[in-house]
């Protein structure tokens, strides 16, 4: 009965790899997001759908790219991965926008060598 | 002006003591102050929200004070605990443009309450 989950939980991977996280939720919401945290546990939207469609698109590279096949998952794709990627993904949804509560994954901890 | 600033960064209080974290935004767009509470290893959790039109807000031994005038908010967890030690993320929203709302975090307090 988890609400939001993501997979794989850890992930390591070589510079220059491309790489994917799931994201799925079951609580019917129509708003899902991807978060990165960083090591100084700084938490940064990257982006946000609205029943499948790209609301929110923030400031980050284009090796970056969300897929919304339906409602109820929000996949991440990175292509080319660095160093500086090595942080804690985290999806979440809510059942509007901003203003609702945001449920949060467990989250992915991408490591990249 | 779409930042909202946390102090402190850490805290370490006493069991049965007080934790007071403070947040400052400077968009007075912003419409909706949520707190979230995340534990190591897990993702965020809505802890309490407040919205303008009230000045404090309290659930439990979890209070939000906000003076709409300063622009700050702040948590005061009364009674603190050791199962609150936590890392608390202040959080402000408004509606963009676009009509759809982004929330900002604050960087983070890191709560530890020791026995």
């Known amino acids: 009965d988890t609400a939001v989950s993501q997979t794989p939980k850890y992930l390591v991977t070589q510079m220059g790899n491309d790489k994917s996280i799931k994201c799925e939720q079951n609580?019917?919401?129509?708003?899902m997001y991807w978060y990165k945290q960083d090591s100084k546990k700084f938490l940064k939207i990257m982006f946000s759908?609205?029943?499948?469609?790209?609301?929110i698109n923030e400031t980050v590279p284009n090796r970056f790219s969300p897929k919304s096949p339906d409602k109820a998952h929000l996949n991440l794709h990175i292509n080319s991965l660095e160093l500086g990627d090595s942080a804690v993904y985290f999806c979440?949804?809510?059942?509007?926008?901003?203003?609702?509560?945001?449920?949060f994954g467990p989250g992915t901890r991408l490591t990249v060598t | 002006q779409q930042q909202v600033k946390q102090s402190p960064q850490s805290l370490i209080v006493q069991k049965g003591g007080i934790s007071i974290i403070n947040c400052a935004y400077e968009?007075?767009?912003?419409?909706?102050f949520p707190w979230y509470q995340q534990f190591p290893g897990k993702g965020p959790a809505l802890l309490i929200a407040?919205?303008?039109?009230?000045s404090e807000k309290k659930e439990g031994r979890f209070t939000i004070s906000f003076n709409k005038s300063a622009k700050q908010f702040s948590l005061h967890i009364m009674d603190s605990q050791p199962g609150d030690s936590a890392t608390y993320f202040c959080?402000?929203?408004?509606?963009?443009?676009?009509?759809?709302?982004?929330?900002?975090f604050g960087p983070g307090t890191s709560l530890s309450v020791i026995p």
């Open positions: 979440a949804s809510s059942p509007g926008e901003g203003r609702d509560e945001q449920y």
């Open positions: 609580l019917g919401h129509d708003t």
């Open positions: 759908y609205n029943n499948k469609e790209l609301i």
């Open positions: 968009n007075t767009a912003f419409d909706y």
């Open positions: 407040i919205r303008p039109d009230v």
């Open positions: 959080a402000a929203s408004h509606t963009l443009k676009t009509s759809y709302d982004k929330v900002i």
